[in-house]
């Protein structure tokens, strides 16, 4: 399974951008899709997760704000970020597993290359 993610950007505080990642190859091993986050920490950090029957899942920090979305016949996810904060400063890694979730510390599946989010204060 290949990923391909785009939509990296610059944005103020308040702001919105959305990023999208399609997935190609071997695509019906894929369960589970989001987005991961790197942070401060040396563990990416999952931010929002979909699973093939639709159901979301949310860092808390990003409830509210964030919205993930998945088309399974284009073999997409979305996440829109709105209302942006500096916090929110990052990459973002899309990932795609064969596990019906996903979740930080998931050794399973496949991951794209990251795309950067800025959000100025």
């Known amino acids: 399974v290949q990923l391909q993610a785009s939509g990296r950007g610059l944005v103020q505080a308040g702001g919105s951008l959305s990023l999208r990642c399609e997935a190609s190859?071997?695509?019906?091993?894929?369960?589970?899709m989001g987005w991961y986050r790197q942070g401060t920490g040396k563990q990416r950090e999952v931010v929002a997760s979909?699973?093939?029957?639709?159901?979301?899942n949310y860092a808390d920090s990003v409830k509210g704000r964030f919205t993930i979305s998945r088309d399974n016949d284009k073999n997409t996810v979305h996440l829109q970020m709105n209302n942006l904060e500096p916090e929110d400063t990052d990459v973002y890694y899309c990932?795609?597993?064969?596990?019906?979730?996903?979740?930080?510390?998931?050794?399973?599946?496949?991951w794209g290359q990251g795309t950067l989010v800025t959000v100025s204060s």
């Open positions: 990932r795609a597993s064969q596990t019906p979730v996903l979740y930080t510390g998931n050794p399973f599946g496949w």
């Open positions: 190859g071997n695509v019906v091993s894929i369960n589970s």
């Open positions: 979909i699973t093939r029957g639709g159901s979301t």
